[in-house]
């Protein structure tokens, strides 16, 4: 009979460890569900990997600074710059998933490093959520005054003439200018000398000087070159004309088939982060996006507004732009480091 008594004790001990664990589980689940409702009642963060004064952190400014006013709470962009943008996705990866701490990042952190780096301390498609993208940076090619390559069609017959006697300058071994000029010479079947640099200001010095005959950058940081009569501009990377010059040509319109890249700019958060704070921030983004101020100061950077739908649409981008660059990485033959 003790026996039987002591086996019920326990029992009934149980059942009500097990009652008050139900109903701190019911009462997290609470508390999560207004928080997620509340959301935000503090201010938010927005990582960027690059320093103050570049594309993306302007992009950053300006969207945070429209948000805000919507969401009603402060933004504050933190920048964390060096090793090509991955510093802070690392840093993001590893924030709570609430919605407070944001990432704003490009092509090259999220989707060639992966690519390039044996241990990148994120995966840019498993320790993500994506919010939306943002900003499209047509990419623009150019060639010095030296040679009389100003057009296309004349840059092509020299280099079919002359293998290997044209040289190309880059922002860096498997960056977007490296990659995207290394598409035009598999497509076009053309053979021309790589040489990199550590950044668009050398680079572009050395095409305007004529040590360089051509590059391919984005038309922000190429096209005031142009216009002030130093470089020759050819042709723009993406299939439609860009917004800042509708009067370059695409390389499509010069017989390029198929060719579409750029580089993009978008909106992340942590793995784990709540859907319905995702959307909140989702809608907020494309509020401000659609926002004809907002929009006016972000075409003047030289990018193209660009809205994702839902934030799966974009997921679906850059997982389609992440192989993309990947199979040019192959073809590169460039080793990960």
Excluded: C
């Amino acid at each position: 009979e003790k026996l039987s008594w002591e086996i019920k004790v326990i029992k009934l001990k149980k059942s009500v460890s097990n009652a008050v664990l139900a109903i701190a589980l019911g009462l997290l689940g609470v508390q999560s569900a207004v928080a997620q409702v509340n959301f935000p009642d503090k201010p938010i963060s927005i990582h960027v990997g690059f320093p103050p004064g570049t594309s993306t952190d302007s992009i950053a400014r300006i969207l945070g600074e429209k948000m805000s006013k919507d969401l009603g709470q402060p933004i504050i962009v933190r920048n964390k710059p060096g090793v090509g943008g991955t510093l802070a996705p690392a840093e993001v990866a590893k924030t709570k998933p609430d919605g407070y701490t944001l990432l704003l990042s490009a092509t090259a952190p999220m989707n060639t490093a992966a690519h390039l780096f044996k241990n990148l301390p994120y995966d840019p498609l498993k320790d993500f959520v994506p919010i939306g993208q943002t900003s499209w940076l047509p990419m623009m090619l150019v060639t010095n005054k030296t040679k009389g390559l100003d057009t296309f069609e004349k840059f092509v017959d020299y280099a079919r003439a002359n293998p290997d006697k044209l040289t190309y300058a880059s922002i860096g071994n498997g960056t977007t200018s490296h990659l995207v000029m290394l598409m035009l010479l598999t497509k076009a079947n053309l053979k021309m000398v790589h040489v990199p640099y550590q950044g668009s200001s050398q680079s572009q010095a050395d095409v305007i000087g004529g040590n360089v005959d051509a590059t391919f950058d984005t038309m922000v940081t190429v096209h005031p070159h142009y216009k002030s009569g130093r470089l020759n501009a050819l042709a723009v990377s993406t299939s439609r004309r860009a917004e800042m010059d509708p009067a370059i040509p695409t390389l499509e319109e010069k017989g390029v088939k198929d060719f579409n890249l750029g580089a993009w700019i978008g909106m992340f958060a942590p793995k784990g982060t709540p859907q319905p704070v995702v959307d909140k921030i989702h809608a907020a983004l494309n509020r401000a996006l659609q926002d004809p101020e907002t929009s006016k100061k972000l075409v003047a950077l030289g990018s193209e507004v660009v809205m994702s739908p839902t934030p799966a649409d974009f997921g679906a981008f850059v997982k389609q732009n992440y192989d993309l660059w990947g199979e040019l990485v192959k073809i590169s033959g460039i080793e990960r480091q």
